[in-house]
Structure formats: C-alpha cells, structure tokens
C-alpha cells in the first residue's frame, strides 16, 4: 500500500534475503521530481529507539561493478554486514549518484580526473559545487520509518550537518573505513584532506575494516 508524506511516497515494504543477512526492502518516490530512493530495513525499532543508520548515496561503478576508484561499494557492503551483525538498522540508499551531479556529469569528472584533476577540482571545473547533495529527502525517509536518533555508519560530517538540519538526532558517528588500493588512494585521501572526511582512527571509535 502506497503511503504519502509531504515530498514524498512510500511503497510496498517487501522481504529482501541477500548474501549478507535478511532484510525488509521500502521504495520511496519523490513527488517533484519522480526519483527514487530506498530502504533497507534489518529488525524492528521504535520511535524511543536509536537506530544503527547508513545513508549512502548511490554508486553505479562502485555499489555495482566493484570499481576500485572509490571506496562505495565496499563501504555498502560493510554497512550491510553490521547491520546484519547488530540485528537491526536501516540504509537509506539514495539516487544521489556522483554527489548529485549525476551519472553523465560523473563521468565527465572521471574523465578531467584521468586528466590530473582532484575530485572536487573536476566538479568545480565542471560548475558545480564539491558536493551537490542535500539530505532533506534522507531525513525524510527516515522520519517514514519512523527513525529520528541514529548512530550513523559514516566518515562524512556534512552527512550529520545535513541530517541534523532537518531534524534528525545524530548520537554517534560509527566511522566506515575502507582500506585504500592504489586506485583509491588519492580520491580518499582529497576527501580526508580537503573535504574533511574523518577517515583515521579516533579515541574510542570502533573501526570497520573490511579485509
Ligand atoms: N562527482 C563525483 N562523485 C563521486 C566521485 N567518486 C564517487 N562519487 C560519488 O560520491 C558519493 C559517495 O557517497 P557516499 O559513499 O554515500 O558518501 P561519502 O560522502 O563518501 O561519505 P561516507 O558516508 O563517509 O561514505 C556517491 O554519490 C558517488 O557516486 C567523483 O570522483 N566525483
Ligand atoms: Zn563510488
């Protein structure tokens, strides 16, 4: 049964069994503009609750094809495993593919990166901003499911910024760190240094390695 929200609608929440855990599966549309998102949902919660959370935006190379120039699709997987391990979570996988610059422009990025460009250097090239995205629509989906605290899987602190603006509680970060691979190398380290992704270990933090 299709449920309406004020930007957005909810869609048929089905099982979904993957190689990494059983979950529930929620498609979401947005009004304006017809693209859609989804939920993975692992448990049940209530609104007390504080929900282990991904928001992650879309990869076609990467969540996809396993491109090595990223670490997306492994930072998907990895979220997938902890919420399998934990019991219960949510990713919320949103259609924000190349931070929002779309597939097409992406690719024009790749191509001026192949060129010597850094990735946010490729994008401003480009005319857009180092990250397009928003995360109204996320904390939108989640207020659906009914999910208002997280403990948030991410390196990203424009992420809890975001979510936090839209009135969404972040309690915790839990840092996703992938092992670079030559490929990757230099794109997450332009992401640690100048796009202030905390991708070293703090005191305290659990670390997720995936090996
Ligand atoms: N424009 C552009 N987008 C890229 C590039 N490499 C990856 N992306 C996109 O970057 C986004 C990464 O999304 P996430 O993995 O959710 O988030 P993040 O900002 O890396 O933060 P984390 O939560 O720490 O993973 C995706 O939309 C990718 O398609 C690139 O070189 N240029
Ligand atoms: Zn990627």
Redesign the pocket.
């Given at each position: 049964m299709t449920k309406t929200y004020t930007n957005i609608l909810q869609g048929e929440r089905v099982q979904l069994p993957t190689k990494y855990g059983h979950f529930e599966i929620v498609p979401f549309q947005e009004k304006a503009t017809g693209i859609e998102h989804m939920a993975l949902i692992k448990g049940n919660f209530t609104a007390k609750d504080t929900v282990l959370t991904?928001?992650?935006?879309?990869?076609?190379?990467?969540d996809l094809f396993g491109s090595l120039?990223?670490?997306?699709g492994e930072?998907?997987n990895e979220a997938m495993k902890i919420i399998e391990n934990n019991g219960s979570g949510v990713i919320v996988y949103?259609q924000?593919?190349?931070?929002?610059?779309g597939l097409m422009?992406?690719m024009k990025?790749?191509k001026l990166?192949e060129l010597g460009m850094d990735?946010i250097e490729?994008?401003i090239e480009l005319g857009?901003a180092e990250?397009e995205?928003d995360y109204k629509i996320g904390a939108e989906i989640l207020s659906a499911l009914g999910v208002s605290k997280l403990n948030l899987?991410?390196?990203?602190p424009?992420?809890i910024i975001g979510l936090e603006q839209h009135g969404i509680e972040i309690i915790k970060r839990i840092p996703?760190i992938i092992k670079s691979n030559p490929f990757n190398k230099f794109?997450l380290d332009t992401?640690e240094n100048h796009?202030g992704?905390q991708l070293k270990e703090e005191k305290g933090e659990t670390q997720h390695y995936d090996n």
């Open positions: 991904r928001i992650h935006s879309s990869c076609a190379t990467g120039k990223c670490d997306c930072q998907l949103l924000q593919e190349g931070r929002g610059i422009n992406k990025a790749y990166q990735t490729a994008n857009f990250d995205r899987l991410t390196n990203n424009d992420k996703l794109y992401k796009m992704h």
